[in-house]
């Protein structure tokens, strides 16, 4: 992503009076007037203007507010008044306002409607005499909140002003510039699953509301379908709005993508709901980023598509269920589980992870899992304790080496530690998993060094080598690791 700064501001002439000390505390002479074409917010222990920021405003951005108060407070000895536009509807006494984030006023929609995640817009409003500062995040906010105060304080002059022409902007040049669906910004819609949504359905929203917001700054609010139904809304599986009562039944492998009523919908048998939203992103936004503005035009009656995998692939990702063998998938089929997702894939393979020390008879009558997950890793049996070396004893590569050598971006995620022998598979080669029972410290270190020589790009595991260490956040770490490991294609 290109980062576009468009900056028109002045900072007051510091060549003219008398400056304060070095502290911020004033001396015996006054200080300089605001210069001509300037509007004081704040001077001579006065405070002219007032901040009114949104409702519920997050707290990473009030305390950046609050941590300028006071350094104006101390600075050039104002009190500058700060309140929420829930405690104030309207403006009050005639006082001009410093309006930041989504306030209840009109020029906080007017100034970031047009905003996308991680871009910012402050400007001084000459008809109203406010200061707006917009965000099209939180941390965007922030940012903006910063630099506005950066810019207005004049601590050698005593003063809080901008110039009547202020404006300040981040702007990010995004592969998709705009989406329309007839006509309609794609903003204007939220995107709807059901309450008892599976996992798959549910994943399948964040992937679009991802997508949108990583290639588009696009952030679009995401509910079930508990929440009133408004104008524009995208369905993400069978929903209870009316427009997802489609009249088509859907086959294997199926899914429909349509308009009905201003309604996006998006359904699909098991997996292939993702299909509906993989079709939507892929057959109307360019993967390549090439498309800066896109128009969509969707069916407006049900037709069902059966969904066909490419022959050939450029990606690929391995799930493992740790310790999870044909045996346990039967088991869970026997005692009640309805889908078992993975056997929906379009290719599917089995893989005999049986160690040489099971094979050979040297003692153990199990696999482990540091002989499983190198197996699996690299094709070679290998005897129980081993992770990432043959039976003789010899490093052997391993499949995300391999990636890694052919270019690739490669990660691996996982809910153990991530020096554990099945992640250990993939990153590390020693002799032994574990030293006095506990995971082997110097696969931490190999570990260390593939991230600092750059040979992975993200890793993420459980930290402390406890079982009563909390387990990250699986779904957090897949999107940001997907987010990293796809940039440049």
Not at 423 to 450: M, S
């Amino acid at each position: 992503m290109i980062m576009i700064f468009s900056v028109v501001s002045c900072a007051s002439d510091n060549s003219e009076g008398t400056s304060s000390a070095s502290d911020g505390s004033s001396n015996s002479t006054l200080p300089s007037e605001v210069p001509a074409g300037y509007v004081s917010l704040a001077e001579h222990e006065k405070a002219n203007y007032r901040i009114v920021y949104e409702d519920g405003l997050a707290s990473t951005v009030t305390s950046k507010i609050n941590k300028h108060l006071e350094e104006i407070k101390s600075k050039i000895g104002v009190i500058m008044e700060s309140v929420s536009d829930k405690t104030l509807p309207t403006s009050l006494d005639g006082m001009p306002e410093i309006l930041i984030g989504e306030t209840n006023r009109a020029e906080s929609a007017e100034t970031g409607a047009a905003l996308r995640s991680g871009e910012y817009l402050i400007k001084f409003n000459k008809s109203t005499k406010n200061v707006v500062i917009t965000g099209g995040n939180i941390s965007a906010l922030g940012s903006a909140v910063d630099a506005f105060f950066k810019d207005a304080l004049d601590t050698s002059k005593r003063y809080l002003s901008v110039a009547e022409t202020y404006k300040k902007e981040k702007i990010l040049d995004f592969p998709i510039q705009s989406v329309l669906i007839d006509g309609v910004p794609i903003q204007k819609y939220t995107v709807i699953y059901p309450k008892d949504a599976d996992a798959v359905t549910k994943y399948a929203a964040q992937n679009l509301v991802d997508y949108l917001e990583l290639n588009a700054g696009i952030k679009l609010n995401m509910s079930t379908d508990t929440k009133a139904e408004s104008k524009y809304e995208i369905l993400i599986g069978k929903t209870k709005r009316a427009a997802s009562n489609i009249s088509t039944s859907l086959g294997d492998g199926q899914y429909v993508l349509m308009q009905k009523d201003g309604k996006i919908v998006m359904q699909g048998n098991g997996i292939y709901v993702g299909a509906a939203v993989g079709a939507f992103v892929s057959e109307n936004m360019s993967a390549s980023g090439s498309k800066k503005e896109v128009t969509i035009s969707l069916p407006s009656s049900p037709s069902a598509k059966t969904y066909k995998f490419p022959a050939t692939f450029k990606n690929a990702i391995i799930m493992i269920g740790d310790g999870m063998g044909f045996n346990h998938i039967e088991m869970a089929k026997n005692g009640g589980m309805k889908t078992f997702y993975a056997e929906q894939f379009p290719n599917k393979g089995q893989a005999i992870t049986e160690s040489l020390t099971v094979i050979e008879n040297k003692g153990d009558k199990w696999t482990d899992s540091a002989a499983a997950a190198t197996a699996l890793a690299t094709g070679y049996k290998t005897y129980n304790g081993r992770v990432g070396m043959n039976g003789g004893g010899k490093s052997v590569k391993n499949i995300r080496e391999l990636a890694d050598e052919k270019g690739a971006n490669t990660a691996v995620i996982t809910t153990d530690v991530i020096n554990g022998a099945t992640p250990g598979g993939f990153l590390a080669h020693n002799l032994q998993r574990k030293v006095d029972n506990k995971n082997n410290p110097q696969i931490l270190a190999d570990i260390n060094a593939l991230i600092k020589d750059k040979k992975i790009e993200y890793t993420m595991g459980r930290a402390a080598d406890d079982v009563n260490s909390p387990n990250p956040d699986i779904l957090k770490g897949a999107r940001e690791a997907l987010e990293i490991i796809s940039k440049g294609g």
